[in-house]
């Protein structure tokens, strides 16, 4: 009896420890009493083995779902139905701990007569009937509880869809929900319906599908048509259309001239900026007499100081953090920045930087030491940065212990080496080094042995110098002088700017 039921669709409930199972009966041996399930499901997801086993001890429900067989079906007799009292119209088999099985039948129309189930077209199989056969108690446990699941009336998937044809031809069949209820029952049909081993076990072959296109066919034959119809070419495969950047103009240009500044004598050194551009370095008399000429025309000395200042100042805002630490939100971090300044014009330069610095809410400490008699500009400008929040002190013992978080130096100058012998100028170069804050110096000079102190940026004005190493990274900014004015001195002049009046410059 074991090898009736290979190759029949079973389900077994092992309980909340092992779940449920779902596969097709490979193996039924009555010695061991095991059950093999070969292609199982275990709680609906398909299993990485091929095939499992179960003890009878760990089955507590055991359901058939289908039976092999095309034409074959079994009743249920009279007397499994007097014993219960039930109408045999379905059953299931639920097991004890005992492992003793148990016939419980599903109450439903009365009937004295067995009835035929009617099975779905789509199935190939039939469905089961129930047996009228009362098994002797010497057969083994599993052939006992596989001959009493054949008396199911179907698995409980089925049952909904079922429910209206096993009831007996005299009784009055209740009327349908609707319509709809019936519609979406036939999609659930079309859906769910389709057996087991319908389903591919192999993966889709794109690959294969995709050979099956010919791309090149089809773009020659869009090709030929839109020719003959005049329509625009989407272009093909092997005619890509040019991809430009963002900032690329689409319509054809002039090549790209990167020389655009010659000076009048060969150059120890060369810069270039973030486009590309050749920025040639100047002599300190060819820049000393480019600044002489355009205060000719009318760039004063007032006009450049302020240039130098609005310029420096943007450059230092920037260092500090730009809008990311100078907003409403960081008032508790407010920077500083210790501005170091000389009796001369450079110094000039460096205090018109802090005057602009202080109106944007930045802590300036300015130092300057005291000389009995000042320039002219540096007395206009300690005019106007006293109206600001700045702080100036003119000894080392005032400037703060701690590291500010930039500072500026305007000590040296291209003239008057002699100051750089001064106590004040030394004791400033000592506290500039030893305060560990990163350096800004605003037109060093070129000669390496006139800096004291070593920068992390410079900031050139109009052309730069030959700067050497301890200059740092090397900044230009525009201060203004016209075209014609560098013509004027020798020098053929295409402003390297751009959009803006400070930019980097690389060495070459």
């Known amino acids: 009896m ?45 299993c ?22 095309s034409g074959d079906t079994q009743q249920c007799g009279d007397s499994q139905q007097t014993e219960l009292g039930l109408p045999g119209v379905g059953c299931q088999v639920g097991i004890n701990q005992n492992g003793t099985g148990k016939l419980l039948k599903k109450p439903t129309a009365s009937s004295s007569a067995p009835q035929n189930i009617p099975k779905r077209a789509d199935i190939k199989t039939q469905d089961v009937a129930i047996s009228p056969q009362q098994q002797p108690c010497s057969k083994s446990y599993v052939d006992r509880h596989m001959e009493s699941l054949s008396q199911s009336k179907s698995f409980r998937r089925r049952h909904n869809s079922w429910s209206s044809s096993s009831r007996h031809p005299n009784q009055a069949t209740p009327k349908k929900s609707g319509l709809k209820n019936g519609q979406m029952k036939n999609k659930d049909d079309e859906c769910f ?67 655009r500044i010659m000076v009048p004598q060969n150059t120890s050194k060369e810069f270039c900026t973030d486009s590309g551009l050749v920025v040639p370095s100047v002599s300190y008399e060819l820049h000393k007499k480019l600044l002489s ?8 000395l007032e006009r450049r100081l302020e240039m130098t200042g609005v310029c420096a100042s943007q450059m230092a805002l920037t260092l500090l953090g730009g809008p990311n630490r100078l907003n409403p939100k960081n008032v508790h971090q407010r920077p500083t920045v210790a501005l170091l300044c000389g009796p001369h014009v450079k110094g000039a330069q460096g205090i018109s930087c802090g005057r602009h610095l202080a109106n944007h809410d930045v802590h300036v400490i300015l130092f300057l030491p005291n000389f009995v008699k000042m320039l002219e500009s540096i007395t206009n400008e300690l005019s106007l ?24 130096n305007c000590l040296d100058c291209h003239e008057n080496a002699f100051l750089r012998d001064q106590p004040w100028y030394k004791a ?52 203004g002088i016209p075209q014609q004015v560098f013509q004027e001195v020798g020098i053929n002049y295409r402003s390297p700017f751009g959009c803006k009046f400070v930019i980097p410059l690389h060495s070459t």
């Open 2 to 46: 074991a090898s009736d039921w290979l190759g029949s669709i079973v389900s077994i409930n092992c309980g909340d420890s092992l779940g449920v199972y779902q596969g097709r009966v490979s193996a039924v041996d009555q010695v061991s009493q095991t059950i093999s399930l070969t292609r199982p499901f275990h709680n609906g997801v398909k």
């Open 48 to 69: 990485l083995v091929p095939e499992v086993t179960f003890r009878a001890g760990d089955i507590i429900e055991l359901k058939i779902l289908e039976i092999p067989g």
């Open 193 to 259: 319906g389709d057996d087991i081993e319908e389903i591919p076990d192999t993966d889709f072959d794109f690959e294969g599908n995709l050979a099956l296109f010919d791309k090149a066919a089809v773009f020659e034959e869009i090709d030929t048509y839109e020719r003959r119809s005049g329509t625009r070419s989407r272009g093909t495969p092997n005619e890509r259309p040019t991809r430009y950047r963002h900032d690329e103009n689409i319509l054809e240009s002039e090549p790209i001239v990167y020389r």
């Open 293 to 300: 000429v355009a205060e000719k025309h009318g760039l004063t």
């Open 385 to 408: 940065f006293s109206k600001t929040q700045g702080q100036q002190v003119s000894s080392l013992k005032d400037l703060p212990t701690s590291p500010v978080d930039l500072v500026i």
């Open 428 to 479: 400033a170069v000592d506290w500039a080094n030893q305060n560990r804050a990163p350096v800004l110096s605003i037109d060093p000079p070129m000669c390496e042995a006139e800096l004291g102190i070593d920068a992390k940026w410079s900031l050139a004005l109009g052309l730069p110098l030959p700067l050497g190493e301890r200059a740092g990274r090397v900044y230009l900014c525009d201060i």
